[in-house]
T-cell receptor, first 113, second 116 residues
Framework: NAGVTQTPKFHILKIGQSMTLQCTQD?????MYWYRQDPGMGLKLIYY???????DKGEVPNGYNVSRSTTEDFPLRLELAAPSQTSVYFC????????????FGPGTRLTVL | AQKITQTQPGMFVQEKEAVTLDCTYD???????LFWYKQPSSGEMIFLIY??????QNATEGRYSLNFQKARKSANLVISASQLGDSAMYFC?????????????FGAGTRLFVKA
């Protein structure tokens, strides 16, 4: 099992550009999450999904979009990138919605210049 | 509304001693889970321990234990016999059940420094 994989590991984006951060899990987990972690801070939930075709907003969804067409994949789309979106992005998955630990990917370090 | 508070930005502990990292939470949901994660300087998030809101006994995992005081809404992490490798950021997190939409929120974290 690879667990949760994220690509790319690093990326520099210009202001106004768009990109998609990829996240894939091979544990057949229903629940998937996207977080961002700003320097020296905790994680903030951007979007999450409770199953294929079902997504919902977290604490900080503005400027992002997600889709969940399969159980395995949960891509995060950044439209019109802004410097405020410079952050480390973590994807995570869990088997259930409440009691199970979340398995995290290695993160994507994104810089918007 | 959900809220997680970690009031200790940084903590120092002598190697082989025990240390307690504080976490308080706020929720109106009766069903929730509390988690602790470790983030070393390499950046990955490592799950340490879980406590369910209906669990009557405090959770333990090796050198980690969770001091769960439901009435006080606190879920402190206790690390016994600290090791140099325990130096890292530690995050407390809470996930509400169906009523809360299964959202997870994290505290701001506590940076632990273990001294030799």
């Amino acid at each position: 099992n690879a667990g949760v994989t994220q690509t790319p590991k690093f990326h520099i984006l210009k202001i106004g550009q768009s990109m998609t951060l990829q996240c894939t899990q091979d544990m057949n987990h229903n629940y998937m999450y996207w977080y961002r972690q700003d320097p020296g801070m905790g994680l903030k939930l951007i979007y999450y999904s409770v199953g294929a075709g079902i997504t919902d907003k977290g604490e900080v969804p503005n400027g992002y979009n997600v889709s969940r067409s399969t159980t395995e994949d949960f891509p995060l789309r950044l439209e019109l990138a802004a410097p405020s979106q410079t952050s480390v992005y973590f994807c995570a998955s869990s088997r259930t919605g409440r009691i199970d630990e979340q398995f995290f990917g290695p993160g994507t370090r994104l810089t918007v210049l | 509304a959900q809220k997680i508070t970690q009031t200790q930005p940084g903590m120092f502990v002598q190697e082989k001693e025990a240390v307690t990292l504080d976490c308080t939470y706020d929720t109106s949901d009766q069903s929730y889970g509390l988690f602790w994660y470790k983030q070393p300087s390499s950046g990955e998030m490592i799950f340490l321990i879980y406590q369910g809101s209906y669990d009557e006994q405090n959770a333990t995992e090796g050198r980690y234990s969770l001091n769960f005081q439901k009435a006080r809404k606190s879920a402190n992490l206790v690390i016994s016999a600290s090791q140099l490798g325990d130096s890292a950021m530690y995050f407390c997190a809470m996930r509400e059940g169906r009523a809360g939409g299964f959202k997870t929120i994290f505290g701001a974290g506590t940076r632990l420094f273990v001294k030799a």
